[in-house]
């Protein structure tokens, strides 16, 4: 069965950096694209970006760009979300999702299988 | 980007009644719309993908229709297991998911 696995929770200062892992398997890892989504607290959904992890290469929302760094580890199954110069509001519960249909057939349009949320705290 | 807005923010009904939560994107967006479920401490769960198709193992008291910039989840006979917050996301843009506020439905 799919499954992603992320790491467990962090706290960090602010302007400083957090590296978040989401382990999948159950399926061929380099055959689907990985997002990343964050949700601070009580409030909605945030997209961040997605690594096709068979090529490595990343898309990220504008407001991430220059902070945020999507990479992977094909041998282990393993992408990672690296943000820096973190701000109080990065608090937030940040999700791996994979994208619904192979990368070499279909647009991912949705996720349809999620990590269970990795809680990043940024506080002085 | 393109906007989501999701209505009503909040619902509360009875055990047995028809809720139907709306979205509406700023610009046409075809089909690409998906429905989630989350619960308390919980990650998303897509329910609907392609604005109408119900994902394997999700009740089929869900359903979703609509297309263009307008689109309703409804939950036909609303149970105890529904009360959740609902967020709907377009994926036209591909390179820019967007989620509504999301929807929280209670149960009276």
């Known amino acids: 069965q799919v499954e992603l696995v992320q790491s467990g929770a962090e706290v960090r200062k602010p302007g400083a950096s957090v590296k978040v892992s989401c382990q999948a398997s159950?399926?061929?890892?380099?055959?689907?694209?990985l997002h990343w989504v964050r949700q601070a607290p009580g409030q909605g959904l945030e997209w961040i970006g997605r690594i096709n992890p068979d090529s490595g290469g990343t898309n990220s929302a504008q407001k991430f760009e220059g902070r945020v760094t999507m990479t992977r580890d094909k041998s282990i199954s393993t992408a990672y979300l690296d943000l820096t110069r973190l701000r109080s509001d990065d608090t937030a519960v940040y999700y791996c999702?994979?994208?619904?249909?192979?990368?070499?057939?279909?647009?991912?349009?949705?996720?349809?299988?999620w990590g269970q949320g990795t809680l990043v705290t940024v506080s002085s | 980007d393109i906007q989501m807005t999701q209505s009503p923010s909040s619902v509360s009904a009875a055990v047995g009644d028809r809720v139907t939560i709306t979205c509406r994107a700023s610009r046409s967006i075809g089909n690409s719309l998906a429905w989630y479920q989350q619960k308390p401490g919980k990650a998303p769960k897509l329910l609907i993908s392609a604005a109408s198709s119900l994902q394997s193992g999700v009740p089929s008291r869900f359903s979703g229709s609509g297309t263009g910039t307008d689109f309703t989840l409804t939950i036909r006979s609303l149970q105890p297991d529904d009360s959740a917050t609902y967020f709907c996301q377009q994926g036209f843009d591909f390179l820019m998911w967007t989620f509504g506020h999301g929807t929280k439905v209670e149960i009276k």
């Open positions: 999702a994979r994208g619904r249909g192979r990368i070499d057939t279909v647009v991912a349009r949705d996720g349809d299988y």
């Open positions: 159950g399926y061929t890892f380099t055959h689907y694209y």
